[in-house]
């Protein structure tokens, strides 16, 4: 196996990866690796024989031509222990981050939040409504009528809260668009808020 293959297995598991549930087609990974098509199909033959071969927690699988990491069937006990205790009620930092936009900004889709984080946020968002502290308040008009995000009475309750207005300020124009200095200003700003109200 070539140097160049492995390594482009590599990119491509990292790229797998961080697509998550949504995956990636075919066409997506010739754009992003800048080949064509016959070598990201054995690229992803490669990876798939690999993870199939060892021992390995991680499938490559395609669904309706799209392809995705996906977890083995057999640890699916484990998997399901790890949802139903999921251990320490911390949030990480990308929850919180996410948090914090949807706590001013609400009601909020998905993409705008992604917009403003600059980073994708399907786990994060699948965090915090599995703890209940968001939930889905809407659908956003126009195509797709996107899932609306916002705060629960969990949430309040959590935060000491008997109203979301209760939230302080943040030193930041609502009205200007969120720069990265700013963006960092505002997830440590909503942190230190977090750790007064707790």
Do not use: H
Request: glycine share 6%; net charge negative; no cysteine.
């Amino acid at each position: 196996m070539t140097d160049e293959i492995i390594k482009w297995k590599a990119i491509t598991e990292a790229l797998l990866f961080a697509a998550g549930d949504e995956g990636l087609s075919i066409k997506q990974l010739t754009e992003v690796l800048e080949t064509d098509e016959l070598a990201v199909s054995e690229v992803l033959e490669g990876l798939k024989e690999s993870y199939e071969s060892d021992q390995r927690g991680i499938l490559l699988m395609e669904v309706a031509g799209v392809y995705q990491l996906t977890t083995k069937k057999e640890f699916a006990p484990y998997l399901k222990k790890l949802v139903e205790n999921p251990g320490p009620s911390s949030l990480s930092q990308a929850a919180l981050e996410t948090l914090a936009i949807i706590a001013y900004k609400q009601p909020i889709t998905r993409i705008e939040i992604e917009e403003i984080r600059g980073v994708k946020t399907e786990r994060p968002l699948q965090t915090l409504v599995s703890k209940a502290i968001i939930k889905e308040v809407g659908r956003a008009e126009g195509s797709g009528r996107a899932i609306l995000y916002g705060t629960t009475r969990e949430f309040l309750e959590y935060f000491g809260l008997n109203a979301i207005d209760e939230l302080p300020p943040l030193p930041m124009n609502a009205d200007d668009e969120f720069e990265q200095e700013e963006a960092d200003l505002f997830f440590e700003k909503f942190n230190e808020t977090l750790n007064e109200l707790k």
